[in-house]
């Protein structure tokens, strides 16, 4: 199968009010193909609402998000052109961490070999005979990421740049999955500049800061 040319992320006004409550405001970024753009800020900021709104979890009050032009509802073969981790979920406690891909590698008609490799490449091969109830926190993070990448997606989306993976394993996994042609995650913003750049996985070349629903901030990085 022709994979499809690798899209560009397009945030163009994107507004989300809940009642009263403006939870995102006219936000506009750009993540394109060979980068990855995080967007900064505090707990609360509307970073998760505005991951949602990409991925078609929430519909937008006003503005788009796009992946090459398309909403993500109007992708075709949307696990190879779009992965997502918005929470670590969704797994029984009582199955292994393969036997949990491999459901949903049947349902999406992927590889059989597929779940060896994520699990490789997240450094959980070792734990494949574990029930998922033994995992810890960050363990399952790095399931999640597993299974958003069972695909080899053109896009990944992540509410968490790190995925579960501590500093020191965060470059030397993104380099084995070769994260993404593009990508664009929310992160909670640090303090100090060079403790943003430790975190981000790869290169960043876009910094976008979200404030009360706003973008303040956006610059390049590099």
Not at 71 to 96: F, I, K, M
Not at 98 to 111: C, N
Not at 158 to 170: F, M, N, S, T, Y
């Amino acid at each position: 199968m022709t994979r499809a040319v690798p899209c560009a992320v397009e945030l163009h006004d994107l507004t989300q009010s809940f009642g009263d409550v403006l939870a995102v405001d006219e936000v506009s970024a750009v993540a394109l193909p060979g980068e990855a753009t995080a967007l900064l800020g505090p707990n609360g900021a509307g970073k998760t609402t505005t991951l949602r709104m990409l991925l078609g979890l929430v519909a937008p009050s006003s503005g788009t998000a796009t992946f090459g032009g398309r909403r993500y509802d109007e992708l075709t073969d949307r696990v190879r052109r779009v992965g997502a981790v918005l929470e670590a979920s969704g797994c029984h406690p009582g199955r292994t961490a393969p036997d949990h891909l491999r459901v949903l590698v049947t349902a999406s008609r992927l590889p059989k070999d597929a779940p060896m490799r994520v699990l490789a490449e997240t450094g959980l091969a070792v734990d494949a005979r574990r029930g998922v109830g033994e995992f810890s926190l960050g363990m399952r993070q790095r399931l999640a990421l597993a299974a958003a990448t069972l695909g080899d997606p053109d896009v990944l989306v992540l509410d968490e740049r790190r995925g579960g993976l501590g500093p020191g394993q965060v470059g030397r996994s993104v380099h084995r999955l070769h994260l993404p042609a593009g990508s664009i995650a929310g992160e909670q913003a640090q303090r100090g500049h060079g403790r943003e750049r430790q975190y981000s996985g790869a290169p960043c070349l876009l910094r976008t800061v979200i404030s009360a629903g706003c973008v303040v901030h956006g610059v390049p990085w590099g």
